[in-house]
């Protein structure tokens, strides 16, 4: 099961860094996705990485968010700039052994999920 850290506050046009911890094994094989949800919402995906490394963003995000892959910590990382009010959400981690790319944003693509780390943005 993924673990997701580094959620928290920060000021309008601040930056935060999550981590999310894949497996102690075989991390590499993963399809990992973020996904942000706000209560009574749809759960929304933002950004999702697979094995060789190739990347899809939501256009919410494209430009401000960067996922990248820590191999030697076995986390998938997503680096979040120029954060605007809207970007406030808890944020989950999820991971799939294989789905189909074209829909590597939509939930339904993941078996493994986190709990959650809260991202407050304060305008």
């Known amino acids: 099961q993924p673990v997701e850290s580094g959620g928290g506050s920060v000021q309008s046009g601040g930056s935060l860094r999550l981590s999310c911890k894949v497996s102690a094994y075989a991390a590499d094989s993963y399809f990992v996705a973020w996904f942000r949800q706000v209560a009574g919402e749809e759960r929304e995906g933002v950004a999702a990485i697979r094995p060789d490394d190739k990347i899809l963003y939501s256009e919410s995000v494209d430009g401000r968010f960067i996922i990248s892959r820590d191999s030697a910590k076995s986390t998938i990382d997503l680096q979040m700039d120029s954060l605007k009010a809207e970007d406030s959400a808890t944020y989950y981690c999820?991971?799939?052994?294989?789905?189909?790319?074209?829909?590597?944003?939509?939930?339904?693509?993941?078996?493994?999920w986190g709990q959650g780390t809260p991202v407050n943005v304060a305008s």
């Open positions: 999820a991971a799939a052994i294989r789905l189909r790319w074209p829909q590597a944003l939509s939930q339904t693509e993941y078996s493994y």
